[in-house]
């Protein structure tokens, strides 16, 4: 039972930045507001994976995307693999290891916060700017208490 206790405990996090990094993937989710001309407003949605937005310079999601890539690769490197469990680390490679997943995490955090404010204070309202700064602050919350409790014992 302590096993798969650990093992939830690890996977939620990751479960949640990957729900987080597929929204940012495959639901158009940035809204973008176009000007042809001096009367037309026309507002487009994009994926944070789009290229296309460093054209017009818009780094903060691209950057929100990368880093929680990032983040998640190195939390799942960060769980070792060992009958048939992930096991988390001591507390000696907690020191090294999670400060840099924990430093992803939070640029991400604060990319994805940078963007949902930007929107939201521009006018343009994106449901699934919200969904993904909710599933990513969640995944930091759980990501550290679940890590720090660990150390603690």
């Known amino acids: 039972m302590k096993n ?6 690890f996977l939620l996090p990751v479960i ?5 990094i597929a929204v940012m993937a495959f639901m158009p989710s940035l809204p973008l507001r176009y000007a042809p001309g001096p009367d037309t407003v026309i507002v487009k949605y ?11 310079a818009q780094f903060f999601p691209a950057a929100t995307a990368v880093l929680s890539c990032i983040w998640l690769l190195l939390s799942l490197l960060a769980g070792r693999y060992r009958h048939g469990s992930f096991k988390l680390l001591s507390p000696g490679e907690l020191i090294s290891a999670k ?13 994805s916060g940078i963007c949902v404010h930007r929107n939201i204070s521009g006018g ?6 919200v969904i993904i700064f909710a599933l990513l602050s969640l995944a930091l919350i759980l990501q550290a208490i679940f890590y720090f409790s660990q150390s603690l014992k």
């Open 4 to 9: 798969i206790k650990a093992d939830f405990k």
């Open 16 to 20: 949640l930045m990957g729900a987080a």
């Open 46 to 56: 994009h994926s944070y994976f789009n290229i296309f937005l460093f054209a017009y």
């Open 99 to 111: 400060s840099a997943v924990t430093a992803f995490g939070i640029a991400a955090a604060a990319c």
């Open 124 to 129: 343009l309202f994106s449901p699934g700017s």
